[in-house]
């Protein structure tokens, strides 16, 4: 199979959620703070994933929530370097007020990105692209996200899509994330959330990338995951037991195994267009 699958990481606290009356997230297991978030689970998943990466010789993107980033251990931080970095917000914010009722102005929105741009920039370098908390955007996000000097974004997701490719606007580079069918015919995203919360299996995933690379207007399959969720559930609202953890690492490893020969970060997929497009 001849098909790009561009994979990307969503590296936030663990499992960020809204809070009434603010725009920062806080986590769903503890009571944290924006500037205090909660990584357990974050750092062991991350760890996991960069194992995997350095193993197969395989580069990906990460998008970094920037409190997160400030807690990590400086050989994580080292490790990431080699990888496409984007910002994720400062705290996981929810930029829209959708979940939150608090909507931020466009001058509270350019700080938190300025913040979360200086930090990444301070502790590996500046950051290419953005990927919005919750895939919340409007275009006047996009065009904040633009003035500060990023060169792509990927929040959008285009709904069972028919042709999917990197395009302009707003001044940036959209790489959209997109859903397709699995194995029954059913909607399935390129998030793995599935996958971790044991309600969708590797062949779902294969299938649905499979079934892309067969439409010769899709460029490429996009899949996104947070590391958290390889160490905790949602749906039991704990940390994994020792079975269900090494379960659910095997499920993503497996899923690598399978892919390994096409997975490509969103920079080298953007450098090959780049290339394709010269006179």
Same mark, same amino acid.
């Given at each position: ?193 599935? #996958?971790?919360? !044991? %309600? @969708? *299996? ?7 990338? /499979? $079934? ?19 160490? #905790?559930?949602? !749906? %039991? @609202? *704990? ?7 090494? /379960? $659910? ?31």
């Amino acid at each position: 199979m001849n098909h790009r699958v561009l994979l990307t990481f969503d590296v936030d606290r663990d499992w960020p959620i809204e809070k009434y009356g603010r725009m920062e997230a806080i986590s769903g297991m503890k009571d944290d703070t924006p500037d205090d978030p909660a990584i357990r689970a974050t750092a062991q998943g991350l760890e996991f994933i960069l194992d995997i990466l350095e193993e197969k010789g395989k580069r990906a993107t990460f998008f970094l929530e920037a409190a997160v980033l400030n807690k990590l251990q400086r050989d994580t931080v080292s490790r990431l370097s080699k990888h496409d970095i984007g910002c994720h917000g400062y705290a996981h914010e929810d930029f829209l007020g959708l979940g939150t009722g608090y909507t931020p102005t466009s001058e509270e929105r350019t700080n938190v990105l300025r913040t979360a741009q200086a930090i990444i920039s301070d502790r590996i370098r500046p950051p290419m692209g953005f990927r919005a908390p919750y895939l919340r955007w409007d275009r006047e996000l996009l065009r904040l996200v633009s003035n500060l000097g990023f060169q792509y974004d990927s929040s959008e997701t285009i709904k069972q899509a028919t042709a999917l490719q990197a395009y302009e606007t707003n001044g940036l580079l959209e790489v959209p994330l997109s859903t397709g069918t699995d194995m029954e015919n059913a909607i399935i995203s390129g998030y793995l959330w599935q #996958l971790h919360e !044991g %309600k @969708r *299996s590797v062949d779902d995933y294969l299938y649905f990338i /499979r $079934n892309q690379a067969e439409n010769p207007r899709i460029e490429y399959s996009m899949l996104a995951t947070h590391p958290w969720h390889l160490y #905790l559930s949602t !749906g %039991k @609202r *704990s940390y994994l037991p020792g079975d269900e953890l090494q /379960r $659910n690492l095997g499920a993503f490893r497996g899923l690598m195994d399978q892919i390994e020969d096409n997975v490509m970060a969103i920079d080298e997929y953007l450098t090959h267009l780049s290339e394709q497009n010269k006179p």
